[in-house]
């Protein structure tokens, strides 16, 4: 009797782990859990480009583009679009790198292609358009001299061979190894061309966006208070088999994000309607910090001053402005945070993986406030104190980050003045769209001090370090009359001309009808209204056959290539010439400095890690002496769940993998008929 219950026990048991391995039909009514989770406030736009202003748009944009490799969690690059690849020398003596892609399609069911690649990585490079992004290409063939605007963005070295390979010539033999991290970027992944040059706001409405991750937004629009993120169909999926499971790659069938306040947020969790929660409110966090999962972020909170405005232009008020900042008050306030010891935060990689540049070049900048040194600084500036707005965004972390320092530089006679900054709703060809206003000034420099998430880019930390220096600040001035309007409305990065490989220019974008200003996301809830709604999955053109899909190897890292050998190269900065219609532009902030951009360009020229590395720990204390940003904190992702959600996986730059995440008992949270998604 007992061998006969326990042999049932085992049958019920293999029964619930293979219902468990069950794979859901093209045709199932179920298409499999809808799980609701709560990473952050509101973001504004997915538009990768701008994912190093906003550390939230980081933890959204990982689970809708995939590049050519991801960065694992313990940070070694995988394969991911990238099949394979090789290297070589051609007949002229370049050395270059081709890329195979592995196939997939985009969530409109059109394949991803090499031409997807070349469009996004020569936006970044176009002259006018502003990306801190570009110098991780600086060292392809014309990259540099593409940026200057000397020549046209189709010399660029990197082409479409074939449709699903990407052929990219060099200016000198590379670490590869370098490259490839670089590759890694969530700021590298492929872009169409189609969506990104129909309009100037593509990524802040989801009718308007096509990814190709293993989710897309089925419903994306600032102010609704939610956005979904349903499973592509596309991902990798061979769409001729008939029998093929809709779950084969990416296992929930929505990731639902409600965008409520903190505190909702809380409290939606503990009663049960949230599975997963990443943004705790900063009274809580005392209470949670042991349950919670934390991970640091890369992402430094971080005071860009305007160095072409008084007091701002004067470096000992700028020291003064820092040296007054208890850094360590400030990270155990927030909790899930570190004091900053430098412009490159803890994570990045000296010279290879496992080495620590933050620890190398130790601490820059300290953790406690030194009020008497500040104040002997601001008196030897002849400056008594004044006042100027700080601009940040309408978050938690901000105003508490606000209010800080407002009080921190109030005992040097400075008053501040707080200014949220949401976005601008209008309408675009019938769609709404959202400036997001903090982009907007950062770029255009209006601003006198500003409050960013400096989010790290990349493992190396030359991406972190090089666009303070005039030739890699990652944008140019328009020098033949035609360039930015300063009182334009517009983003002045997205001035530039959208070209294909033939040079053709994309589609005018028509007017538009502009909305009011919002001071924060609360207020554009209301969007205009539209004609139709739009579709968000259209299905592929059936003029082509679908093509056949093999599972990517993820897994897997890339095969590694040793650097051939080299000096160190002369550095590429572009010739003057008279002739040039374009002029690098100094960062954001409108530092420069001729010492730092020489060394940024030795450091450039420097092919071995090792000595690069110690020019850019030179370059490191430089900067942390003239200060043109302040920075403040790091970031700590944390996160609290439940037991009924596994399979969230890590990624180096903290934002969490859901593909393989499942969900107990998921039919809970299913709609009802008539239900609502809002949380009010």
């Known amino acids: 009797m007992k061998r006969t219950i326990a042999l049932l026990i085992t049958v019920l048991m293999l029964a619930g782990t293979f219902a468990g391995c069950a794979k859901?039909?093209?045709?199932?009514?179920?298409?499999?859990?809808?799980?609701?989770?709560?990473?952050?406030?509101?973001?504004y736009t997915l538009d990768p480009a701008?994912?190093?202003?906003?550390?939230?748009?980081?933890?959204?944009?990982?689970?809708?583009?995939?590049?050519?490799?991801?960065?694992?969690?313990?940070?070694?690059?995988?394969?991911?679009?990238?099949?394979?690849?090789?290297?070589?020398?051609?007949?002229?003596?370049?050395?270059?790198?081709?890329?195979?892609?592995?196939?997939?399609?985009?969530?409109?069911?059109?394949?991803?292609s090499a031409n997807d690649f070349v469009f996004a990585w020569k936006r970044i490079l176009e002259p006018e358009f502003t990306s801190e992004a570009a110098n991780m290409l600086f060292d392809i063939k014309n990259a540099r001299a593409c940026k200057d605007g000397l020549i046209s963005i189709d010399d660029l070295g990197v082409v479409a061979s074939e449709a699903k390979v990407i052929t990219v010539t060099f200016e000198r033999p590379i670490n590869v190894d370098t490259f490839i991290e670089y590759l890694c970027s969530p700021a590298l992944v492929p872009l169409r061309e189609d969506k990104v040059g129909r309009m100037d706001d593509w990524g802040s409405y989801y009718a308007t966006l096509a990814t190709n991750g293993p989710?897309?937004?089925?419903?994306?629009?600032?102010?609704?208070?939610?956005?979904?993120?349903?499973?592509?169909?596309?991902?990798?999926?061979?769409?001729?088999?008939?029998?093929?499971?809709?779950?084969?790659?990416?296992?929930?069938?929505?990731?639902?994000?409600?965008?409520?306040?903190?505190?909702?947020a809380l409290e939606m969790y503990n009663n049960g309607e949230l599975v997963y929660n990443s943004e705790l409110p900063i009274a809580s966090r005392g209470e949670y910090a042991k349950e919670a999962v934390t991970q640091n972020t890369m992402a430094t909170a971080t005071v860009a001053l305007n160095n072409t405005k008084a007091p701002f232009d004067n470096a000992d008020v700028r020291r003064a402005l820092s040296l007054a900042v208890d850094r360590g008050a400030l990270a155990s306030g927030l909790t899930f945070a570190e004091p900053a010891a430098g412009i490159v935060p803890d994570g990045i990689f000296d010279t290879?993986?496992?080495?620590?540049?933050?620890?190398?070049?130790?601490?820059?900048?300290?953790?406690?406030?030194?009020?008497?040194?500040?104040?002997?600084?601001?008196?030897?500036?002849?400056?008594?104190?004044?006042?100027?707005?700080?601009?940040?965004?309408?978050?938690?972390?901000?105003?508490?980050?606000?209010?800080f320092l407002k009080e921190a530089w109030g005992e040097l006679g400075f008053k501040v003045e707080i200014e949220k900054v949401g976005c601008k709703s209008y309408v675009s060809i019938d769609y709404p769209q959202y400036t997001d206003l903090l982009s907007k000034d950062y770029y255009s420099g209006d601003f006198e001090a500003m409050?960013?998430?400096?989010?790290?880019?990349?493992?190396?930390?030359?991406?972190?370090?090089?666009?303070?220096?005039?030739?890699?600040?990652?944008?140019?001035?328009?020098?033949?009359?035609?360039?930015?309007?300063?009182?334009?409305?517009?983003?002045p990065v997205r001035d530039?001309?959208?070209?294909?490989?033939?040079?053709?220019?994309?589609?005018?974008?028509?007017?538009?009808?502009?909305?009011?200003?919002?001071?924060?996301a609360a207020d554009t809830a209301a969007a205009p209204e539209t004609t139709a709604a739009p579709e968000t999955t259209a299905a592929p053109e059936t003029t082509a056959a679908p093509e056949t899909t093999a599972a990517p190897e993820t897994t897997a890292?890339?095969?590694?290539?040793?650097?051939?050998?080299?000096?160190?190269?002369?550095?590429?900065?572009?010739?003057?010439?008279?002739?040039?219609?374009?002029?690098?532009?100094?960062?954001?902030?409108?530092?420069?400095?001729?010492?730092?951009?020489?060394?940024?360009?030795?450091?450039?020229?420097?092919?071995?890690?090792?000595?690069?590395?110690?020019?850019?720990?030179?370059?490191?204390?430089?900067?942390?002496?003239?200060?043109?940003?302040?920075?403040?904190?790091?970031?700590?992702?944390?996160?609290?769940?439940?037991?009924?959600?596994?399979?969230?996986?890590?990624?180096?730059?903290?934002?969490?993998?859901f593909k393989s995440a499942t969900l107990k008992d998921y039919e809970r949270f299913k709609k009802k008929d008539g239900a609502s998604d809002s949380a009010e």
């Open 451 to 491: 409050l960013i998430d400096a989010q790290a880019l990349s493992t190396q930390a030359f991406p972190i370090l090089a666009p303070f220096a005039l030739e890699f600040s990652g944008t140019a001035m328009d020098l033949s009359g035609m360039g930015i309007d300063e009182e334009s409305t517009e983003l």
């Open 352 to 403: 290879v993986n496992k080495t620590s540049f933050r620890e190398k070049g130790g601490e820059l900048i300290a953790s406690s406030a030194n009020l008497d040194e500040a104040k002997a600084l601001l008196s030897k500036a002849g400056v008594k104190g004044g006042s100027f707005t700080l601009k940040i965004r309408d978050n938690q972390n901000d105003l508490y980050i606000a209010d």
């Open 557 to 657: 890292a890339p095969e590694t290539t040793a650097a051939p050998e080299t000096t160190a190269a002369p550095s590429s900065k572009p010739a003057s010439d008279p002739e040039r219609t374009f002029e690098s532009k100094p960062h954001v902030t409108g530092y420069n400095s001729e010492e730092y951009n020489e060394l940024i360009d030795r450091a450039f020229a420097e092919t071995d890690p090792a000595k690069r590395a110690e020019i850019l720990h030179e370059a490191e204390k430089l900067l942390c002496d003239d200060l043109p940003v302040i920075p403040l904190i790091v970031y700590k992702d944390a996160y609290i769940k439940d037991g009924t959600i596994k399979g969230i996986k890590d990624n180096y730059f903290a934002f969490r993998d």
């Open 24 to 43: 859901i039909r093209q045709d199932a009514e179920d298409k499999g859990a809808e799980i609701p989770v709560y990473l952050s406030t509101e973001i």
């Open 496 to 520: 530039a001309p959208i070209t294909t490989a033939a040079n053709v220019p994309a589609p005018a974008v028509p007017d538009v009808t502009e909305g009011e200003e919002t001071a924060g």
């Open 50 to 112: 701008y994912a190093y202003l906003d550390e939230a748009s980081v933890k959204i944009l990982g689970l809708l583009y995939e590049g050519l490799f991801n960065m694992g969690a313990d940070g070694k690059p995988e394969k991911a679009l990238c099949k394979s690849y090789e290297t070589g020398t051609d007949r002229d003596g370049n050395f270059y790198m081709e890329f195979t892609l592995n196939d997939t399609k985009w969530n409109d069911g059109r394949s991803v």
């Open 215 to 264: 989710f897309y937004p089925k419903n994306f629009e600032p102010g609704t208070g939610l956005l979904i993120l349903e499973r592509s169909i596309y991902y990798y999926r061979d769409m001729e088999s008939e029998t093929q499971k809709l779950d084969v790659y990416v296992d929930p069938y929505e990731l639902k994000f409600y965008i409520v306040s903190p505190e909702k």
